[in-house]
C-alpha cells in the first residue's frame, strides 16, 4: 500500500466516521458505560470539558476511574501533592463538564 493511498484511506475514514476518529479515552468509556442517561451526545460533551481542563494522562487516569469509585476516593483522600494536584484538575473537569453538559 503507498502512502498516498494509505493517507487517502486515512482521511475517507475520519470523513465517515468522524466520531470514532476523534473520541477520546473519556468518551470512550462513557459511550461503552451502562450509565442511565449517557448518551453519545453527552458523552461527547464531557470529552470536551476533558480536552478543556485536562491533559491526555490525566484524561487516562479519569477514565480508568470512570467504573472504580475506589480508586477515585483514594486519590481524593491521598496525601500525595501528585494526588492534590491531580484532584484539582479533576475538580475542575467535573465543574466545567457540569457547566457544559448538565453532567453532574
Same mark, same amino acid.
Given at each position: 500500500?503507498?502512502?498516498?493511498?494509505?493517507?487517502?484511506?486515512?482521511?475517507?475514514?475520519?470523513?465517515?466516521?468522524?466520531?470514532?476518529?476523534?473520541?477520546?479515552?473519556?468518551?470512550?468509556?462513557?459511550?461503552?458505560?451502562?450509565?442511565?442517561?449517557?448518551?453519545?451526545?453527552?458523552?461527547?460533551?464531557?470529552?470536551?470539558?476533558? *480536552?478543556?481542563?485536562? =491533559?491526555?494522562?490525566?484524561? %487516562? #487516569?479519569? $477514565?480508568?476511574?470512570?467504573?472504580?469509585? @475506589? &480508586?477515585?476516593?483514594?486519590?481524593?483522600?491521598? *496525601?500525595?501533592?501528585? =494526588?492534590?494536584?491531580?484532584? %484539582? #484538575?479533576? $475538580?475542575?473537569?467535573?465543574?466545567?463538564? @457540569? &457547566?457544559?453538559?448538565?453532567?453532574?
Amino acid at each position: 500500500m503507498t502512502p498516498t493511498f494509505r493517507f487517502a484511506l486515512a482521511a475517507t475514514a475520519t470523513l465517515m466516521f468522524p466520531h470514532a476518529a476523534l473520541a477520546g479515552p473519556i468518551e470512550d468509556v462513557c459511550n461503552r458505560s451502562d450509565r442511565q442517561g449517557a448518551s453519545r451526545g453527552l458523552c461527547s460533551c464531557i470529552q470536551q470539558a476533558a *480536552d478543556m481542563t485536562l =491533559d491526555r494522562t490525566d484524561q %487516562r #487516569r479519569v $477514565a480508568k476511574m470512570f467504573n472504580d469509585p @475506589e &480508586a477515585v476516593q483514594e486519590v481524593k483522600l491521598s *496525601d500525595t501533592d501528585r =494526588d492534590d494536584a491531580f484532584w %484539582r #484538575r479533576y $475538580a475542575a473537569f467535573g465543574d466545567t463538564a @457540569e &457547566a457544559m453538559c448538565g453532567a453532574g
